[in-house]
């Protein structure tokens, strides 16, 4: 009987899914973060839980330390990933962004909790140093100033034709007519 298996199988047979899982995990641990469909983003957030539990223990047995290598691909990612693993407050989540413009699929992204790179960081550091003014606003165009702790995010917001809007309602729709 077939009971109470929850795999989630995304419209593939088992080998082509473990492996699109497999790289969708490397690309999460190797960027901190991925932009995918609800469904695989559920999927692959499971996956990646798993695994920071694993690393996250004191000892790692050569075992596991094989097993991580063959998802992850390298040693180096691993080593990576580990360093991340023995962080506090370490997980992983989804956050829903919206629809794709051609099919209307659900996208989400799926980031890893307190996954700093340090070149991000020193940037913010030499911006905040330098002082840098933000750019002045153009004719049409608004600029959507954001404070928070690192410094100024800036948003272009654009005005929109009757056209655009009516595009943009369509795609909404469930449908896409």
Do not use: C, W
């Not at 040693?75 to 829903?96: C, F, H, P, S």
């Not at 991000?120 to 608004?142: F, N």
């Amino acid at each position: 009987m077939y009971k109470r298996v929850n795999v989630k199988k995304l419209g593939r047979k088992k080998a082509h899914r473990e492996l699109l899982i497999k790289n969708q995990i490397r690309t999460l641990f190797k960027h901190g973060i991925l932009k995918t469909t609800t469904v695989r983003a559920k999927a692959v957030k499971a996956e990646a839980q798993s695994l920071v539990y694993k690393l996250s223990k004191k000892e790692i047995s050569l075992n596991i330390r094989r097993k991580m290598v063959s998802i992850l691909g390298s040693g180096e990612l691993l080593e990576k990933t580990i360093k991340y693993a023995k962080k506090k407050d370490t997980g992983v989540k989804v956050i829903k962004t919206g629809f794709r413009a051609g099919d209307n699929a659900e996208m989400s992204k799926v980031e890893l909790i307190n996954f700093a790179d340090k070149k991000k960081e020193q940037m913010t550091e030499k911006t905040m140093k330098k002082g840098k003014k933000v750019p002045k606003a153009k004719k049409g165009i608004k600029v959507n100033k954001d404070i928070d702790k690192k410094g100024i995010q800036e948003s272009i917001i654009t005005k929109e034709t009757k056209s655009e809007r009516k595009s943009i309602e369509r795609v909404r729709t469930r449908s896409g007519l």
